[in-house]
């Protein structure tokens, strides 16, 4: 898990985040100076824990004036969530209903944390592969997911997408544009269809086509 820490100052509302330079390599190695980083939550129970610990350390509580101690943590990042789900016994109707449970107990436990300390919450969630022609699921909006060449589908299925707000897609080229990648709306109530393109490139995702290549509308996605 991950607990991404803003720089003093930076990122304000307003600011023309288009118009800043490529992050230098001398930035790059500084970049994780202030992220806290747990790498020991691979279980639903371990997750509820970190996050309790977190409220009880004060890790998400606002510094007073001219406090000089690290600043609050304001983005969670969990990648990924599947795995704290996948193990979870589920051989029978009563293993599914709870590893349902736990699946609901970590989204409102973010949620809650959220809400109270306006910290965004960042879920990465996997895929697998579609090995049939049947309609797209519903919590892909109707869309056949494509990714690296293949059918895809999100991972923890329904229960999972119910608890969340904003569900985006991150998908890959293949071959001569294995560097393209295209982060597509699949659902939000406050954003219209939408997709940007970005290049992979030494100082990480860049804006725009690789060079010579045109975008494709709708990325790898399609209805």
Same mark, same amino acid.
């Given at each position: 898990?991950?607990?991404?820490?803003?720089?003093? @100052?930076?990122? $304000?509302?307003?600011?023309?985040?288009?118009?800043?330079?490529?992050?230098?390599?001398?930035?790059? %190695?500084?970049?994780?100076?202030?992220?806290?980083?747990?790498?020991?939550?691979?279980?639903?129970?371990?997750?509820?824990?970190?996050?309790?610990?977190? =409220?009880? =350390?004060?890790?998400?509580?606002?510094?007073?004036?001219?406090?000089? $101690?690290?600043?609050?943590?304001?983005?969670?990042?969990?990648?990924?969530?599947?795995?704290?789900?996948?193990?979870?016994?589920?051989?029978?109707?009563?293993?599914?209903?709870?590893?349902?449970?736990?699946?609901?107990?970590?989204?409102?436990?973010?949620?809650?944390?959220?809400? %109270?300390?306006?910290?965004?919450?960042?879920?990465?969630?996997?895929?697998?592969?579609?090995?049939?022609?049947?309609?797209?699921?519903?919590?892909?909006?109707?869309?056949?997911?494509?990714?690296? $060449?293949?059918?895809?589908?999100?991972?923890?299925?329904?229960?999972?997408?119910?608890?969340?707000?904003?569900?985006?897609?991150?998908?890959?080229?293949?071959?001569?544009?294995?560097?393209?990648?295209?982060?597509?709306?699949?659902?939000?109530?406050?954003?219209?269809?939408?997709?940007?393109?970005?290049?992979?490139?030494?100082?990480?995702?860049?804006? $725009?086509?690789?060079? @010579?290549?045109?975008?494709?509308?709708?990325?790898?996605?399609?209805?």
């Amino acid at each position: 898990m991950v607990w991404g820490r803003p720089r003093r @100052g930076g990122g $304000g509302r307003g600011q023309d985040t288009d118009a800043r330079p490529p992050l230098s390599l001398s930035d790059a %190695a500084t970049a994780a100076d202030r992220v806290f980083l747990e790498t020991a939550v691979d279980t639903p129970a371990a997750l509820l824990s970190c996050l309790d610990r977190a =409220e009880r =350390e004060g890790l998400f509580k606002e510094r007073a004036e001219g406090d000089n $101690g690290p600043p609050p943590v304001k983005l969670i990042l969990i990648d990924s969530v599947a795995p704290l789900f996948r193990d979870a016994a589920t051989h029978d109707a009563a293993g599914y209903g709870t590893r349902a449970d736990a699946l609901f107990a970590c989204a409102a436990a973010l949620k809650a944390v959220a809400a %109270a300390h306006s910290v965004v919450v960042l879920a990465v969630n996997q895929v697998t592969d579609v090995m049939d022609s049947s309609p797209p699921p519903c919590h892909t909006a109707g869309l056949r997911l494509r990714s690296s $060449g293949r059918e895809v589908a999100p991972a923890l299925g329904l229960a999972w997408a119910s608890c969340v707000g904003t569900r985006l897609f991150l998908s890959r080229g293949i071959g001569a544009r294995a560097r393209r990648r295209v982060l597509q709306v699949v659902f939000a109530p406050h954003l219209p269809p939408s997709h940007v393109v970005a290049t992979v490139r030494v100082q990480g995702l860049v804006g $725009g086509e690789p060079p @010579g290549e045109e975008e494709e509308k709708g990325g790898e996605a399609r209805a």
